[in-house]
């Protein structure tokens, strides 16, 4: 989710990609004649690469409580009017959610996910210029009623285990095609999306369900205010306790309101995870941790990769808590920070004991910042707080980031934990956007669903306890849409010709209602 | 990514050039002072309403913003790629003393700019002059080590220099920094050169994929694609790449003009004409003269073929003018077509100095062949053949070298060996292979 601050140029987004795409990885072909030499393209830029968002929590869909449902976004800050080719996943990418289930910082079971494009259809017959076309509207996403589609992704889930753990793993998605569902062109070319999305919703074996398509961004904040350094609508930002409650946004609009990104969803037994097999209530092994990552196809001339076959993949986006990799890593380390596994992450504790976001905060003349005291819940939060937790020697971040328990002598790195013990709460509406820090067990940092607040909770947890006493956010505290209550989770994404972003000088925009929903 | 992370706040005018260079600077080894808060409302002035394909615009408000603020070096530099890209678009080389102007007045208001530097080395790429590419893709690299485009400026300048050890290390340390459409692809022809085309097949499709679908770029890779095929031999999958680029973009040239190769390759003349005459026309240069000369050539057509090689001539003048090499292009048609062979072998003596490549010594080898020169023509092509390419016109050069010193079996087995890796590798010299391959 290096998105969020490079895209701090919002408004040149999509053109700058569209220049970027046109003028620079345009080619500069040569013949293959034997007089010329081949110059290929120079630059890229891979958004289908840059993770943005990963959640991981139990289902609170009525009925599938003992499921694990793990999600990532890519293809940041989505504008739906992006056409003609709008947005895909990588088809040289290997989309991976990595789980460890018996604490020790690897990945014991792996979901992969790959995809492949092809060109297609009435598109392709009309020699038409673009990905997809409205002849005839498109109702499906395979056969009658799939003909408009002239661009369309095919994927394959694999479950990967370790050896002798006995578990079924393999290809889960079987022989079957499994159709990523486009991006919402607008209602004309998609008359009804989100019957057409609901076709994308796959049952694979071992009772995993699996989803992969354009949803609408579940991201909020004020973006620019934040990166800003918290330069948001409010001076200080604090909230007032009755707008802290509140299910409305106090100041500021959402940066993101509008944008879409692309979903890999899975729904997964828990019993497929836990390291005794064994469903949510019977488990002794109840604490799940997992990090998203993308890897890229690594073919070599010489060395390694160089041989036929597949060759190697290269890992080059990897994504666990929220913001860390934007508001904790220091820029020199971001790209290598990327590239590890959590098992590395020891190297970048400098960051977490120093966050610099907690001087930032100071320089500002916003209160002083200090330690988080233990909440006394779970394994899974700060805990009881150490003698030597500082300003500068902030254990407190290390325990709630990169351990499974404060006890545990080392960091196992940063995962997203969930304790499957832990009461799932439902209904939606009755999840608290500030999750265990409000009391809500079911939220994060107990794993994190798409309603919770990570913003306001990342300061908070940043600043210390006089930001929790203060309340301290930044104004945003509800997405732009409402979030659906069953699989995939989030909602139906903006179309091409409807949607909006909204603006600071705009009027303050407190959904609901909300400007769209599931 | 997390080098766009790296712009935060204070310098997210930074921002619009690295989106509209696609990246071509790390910021992070960007160590010269942020740009004026202001120039980035002038990027986005300058990108706003830009599309795909609308390069010109572009360079329109560029232009615009520089009549204001003549140095800032942001627009500076992005106009000289603009430029770049306009001459990549219409095969104008009148682009490329524009682009090096702008690209060149960045580098004096900010002497050590990587980007610009950058530029540079792909202008020089461009107009074929391999030395300065490798000097200013070095001088680049040292400035932004963890650019791969820089690396791959390095490897592009060695491959014609035939320098292919240190190339290829150089396109390894490319696809390791990015592994993406421009490292895929020179990872690709890196093993066709080593003789390996069924395992480039595998990263150029990986090229295709992280096009982007963007037209351009897809249709580059798909042709690509499809000419690795061909000199496969695998004609019809040659085919249907260059439709499949077509398909995607319309009027492509490169795909127009290798579809029109296939077509005649296969006999249909008609088909093969119109292809070629639309691409020669979009884009007179000379690989696309040269493939409608051959196709009026073998239709029967002697007399267009030969109205050809005057365009021919006034191409040479024209790239001559705006700084372009083009001795290696032009020596190869003239030896091919017979026409004025001792000038012709000279070009290729004074090609071959600036460019000893496999195909500059493959070249020289066949204009020694045809001025009589056989004896010194066989080690050139001992060279074009050292690293074991599997390329159908180098091995039937060879047969005619081996035919010249008298040696006829050999040169039948070199004859043969071409059909067999491609039966369609030249219209005017496939049919002689055949003939005398018996």
């Given at each position: 989710m290096k998105r969020r601050l490079g895209l701090i140029a919002l408004a040149l987004a999509a053109v700058a990609l569209a220049v970027a795409a046109a003028m620079i990885r345009g080619a500069s072909p040569d013949s293959a004649s034997a007089a010329s030499h081949r110059e290929a393209p120079l630059i890229s830029y891979t958004p289908a690469e840059d993770l943005t968002d990963v959640f991981m929590f139990r289902s609170y869909e009525a009925g599938n409580q003992d499921t694990v449902v793990m999600l990532m976004n890519v293809n940041?800050?989505?504008?739906?009017?992006?056409?003609?080719n709008y947005y895909n996943f990588d088809p040289n990418a290997t989309y991976t959610f990595n789980v460890d289930n018996?604490?020790?910082?690897?990945?014991d079971i792996r979901f992969e996910v790959n995809f492949t494009t092809e060109i297609r259809g009435v598109v392709r017959a009309l020699g038409?210029?673009?990905?997809?076309?409205?002849l005839p509207p498109i109702?499906?996403?395979?056969?009658?009623?799939?003909?408009?589609?002239?661009l369309r992704q095919k994927y394959t889930v694999r479950m990967i285990t370790q050896?002798?753990?006995?578990?079924?793993?393999?290809?889960?998605?079987?022989t079957q095609d499994r159709f990523a569902v486009p991006s919402n062109v607008g209602p004309r070319t998609m008359p009804n999306y989100p019957n057409l999305a609901s076709q994308g919703i796959y049952q694979l074996g071992g009772n995993v369900r699996v989803f992969a398509g354009q949803r609408q961004d579940p991201f909020y904040i004020d973006l620019g205010g934040v990166f800003d350094?918290?330069?948001?609508?409010?001076?200080?930002?604090l909230l007032s306790p009755a707008e802290d409650a509140?299910?409305?946004?106090?100041?500021?609009?959402?940066?993101?309101?509008g944008f879409n990104v692309s979903t890999i969803a899975l729904e997964v037994p828990a019993s497929l995870l836990t390291g005794d097999g064994l469903g949510s209530a019977a488990t002794a092994q109840p604490a799940i941790g997992m990090y998203a990552s993308v890897s890229k196809f690594l073919a070599g001339v010489q060395g390694a990769?160089?041989?036929?076959?597949v060759g190697a993949f290269t890992q080059t986006n990897r994504m666990a808590n929220p913001l860390v990799n934007e508001l904790v890593i220091g820029t020199v380390d971001k790209d290598r920070w990327n590239s590890v596994?959590?098992?590395?992450d020891l190297q970048f504790a400098q960051y977490v004991l120093n966050p610099r976001l907690a001087t930032a905060f100071e320089l500002l003349g916003l209160p002083g910042t200090g330690c988080v005291p233990a909440?006394?819940?779970?394994?899974?939060?700060?805990?009881?707080?150490?003698?030597?937790?500082s300003k500068t020697n902030r254990i407190d971040l290390v325990n709630a980031?990169?351990?499974?328990?404060?006890?545990?002598?080392a960091p196992t790195g940063d995962f997203l934990r969930l304790n499957l013990k832990l009461p799932v709460t439902t209904?939606?509406?009755?999840?608290?956007?500030l999750g265990v820090a409000a009391?809500?067990?079911?939220?994060f940092p107990n794993g994190r669903r798409p309603k919770d607040d990570v913003v306001d909770l990342a300061i908070r947890l940043v600043g210390g306890p006089a930001y929790f006493t203060a309340r301290?956010?930044?104004?945003?505290?509800?997405?732009?849409f409402q979030l659906p209550?069953?699989?995939?989770?989030l909602a139906t994404p903006s179309d091409g010709i409807n949607r909006v972003h909204l603006d600071?000088?705009?009027?303050v925009f407190a959904p609901p209602p909300f400007l769209g929903g599931p | 990514m997390t080098r766009r992370l790296a712009?935060?706040?204070?310098?997210?005018?930074?921002a619009a050039t690295v989106f509209l260079l696609g990246g071509a600077l790390s910021p992070a080894e960007?160590?010269?002072?942020?740009?004026?808060?202001s120039s980035n409302a002038v990027a986005e002035q300058s990108l706003?309403?830009?599309?795909?394909?609308?390069t010109p615009a572009l360079v329109r408000r560029l232009q615009a913003v520089l009549r204001s603020r003549p140095d800032d070096i942001d627009s500076l530099s992005a106009l000289g790629f603009a430029y770049l890209q306009r001459a990549r678009e219409t095969?104008?080389?009148?682009?490329y003393p524009k682009a090096e102007a702008a690209l060149r007045r960045t580098l004096t208001l900010r002497p050590g700019n990587a980007l610009a530097t950058s530029g540079l080395g792909s202008l020089a790429l461009s107009r074929h002059r391999f030395r300065e590419a490798l000097r200013l893709g070095r001088r680049a690299r040292a400035l932004?080590?963890?650019?791969a485009a820089n690396w791959g400026i390095v490897g592009d300048a060695l491959v014609e220099l035939g320098r292919h050890k240190e190339a290829f290390r150089a396109f390894d340390a490319m696809v390791r920094l990015d592994p993406d459409l421009p490292s895929y692809a020179r990872i690709s022809y890196a093993r066709e050169l080593l003789g390996r085309p069924g395992a480039a097949v595998r990263p150029m499709q990986a090229a295709v994929d992280a096009s982007?679908?963007?037209p351009e770029p897809y249709a580059w890779t798909k042709v690509q694609l499809g000419k690795l095929f061909w000199s496969m031999g695998k004609t019809e999958a040659a085919a249907r790449e260059y439709r499949g680029a077509l398909t995607f973009f319309p009027g492509y040239v490169y795909a127009l003009d290798a579809l029109a190769q296939s077509e005649a390759a296969q006999g249909r003349y008609g088909r093969a004409v119109r292809l070629a005459k639309r691409a020669a026309e979009a884009m007179p240069l000379p690989q696309m003269i040269t493939t409608l000369a051959d196709t009026y050539w073998a239709s029967g057509q002697r007399r267009l073929a030969r109205q050809q090689y005057g365009v021919m001539d006034a191409i040479a003048r024209l790239l001559k003018a705006n700084g372009v090499r083009a001795d290696l292009d032009l020596a190869l048609f003239d030896v091919d077509h017979g026409i004025r062979l001792p000038r012709a072998l000279a070009a290729a003596r004074r090609a071959h100095r600036e460019r000893p490549s496999l195909d500059g010594d493959d070249v020289l080898a066949w204009a020694l062949a045809r001025n009589d020169k056989c004896g010194e023509a066989l080690h050139y092509s001992k060279r074009s053949l050292r690293l074991g390419t599997r390329d159908a016109l180098k091995f039937f050069h060879r047969g005619m070298i081996e035919r010249c010193l008298g040696r006829e079996s050999n040169s039948r087995a070199w004859f043969s060996k071409a059909l067999r890796q491609n039966?369609?590798?030249?219209?005017?010299w496939a049919p002689v292979a055949r003939r005398y391959a018996r």
């Open positions: 940041p800050f989505s504008e739906p009017s992006g056409a003609p018996n604490t020790d910082g690897l990945a038409l210029p673009f990905a997809y076309a409205a109702t499906a996403l395979d056969g009658a009623g799939s003909e408009g589609l002239g050896p002798g753990r006995g578990r079924p793993g393999g290809l889960l998605s079987g350094t918290l330069n948001l609508a409010r001076n200080p930002p509140a299910e409305k946004n106090a100041f500021g609009v959402d940066a993101l309101s990769g160089s041989g036929r076959g596994t959590p098992d590395q909440v006394g819940v779970v394994n899974l939060l700060p805990g009881a707080q150490a003698a030597q937790c980031l990169l351990k499974y328990n404060p006890a545990d002598a209904p939606l509406a009755s999840q608290n956007r009391g809500d067990l079911g939220g301290a956010g930044d104004g945003i505290n509800v997405d732009d209550a069953t699989f995939p989770f600071r000088r705009d009027p | 712009l935060a706040g204070t310098v997210a005018a930074l960007e160590a010269q002072p942020a740009p004026l808060a706003e309403g830009f599309r795909v394909g609308d095969g104008d080389p009148g682009y932004a080590p963890k650019t982007g679908f963007e039966p369609h590798f030249s219209l005017r």
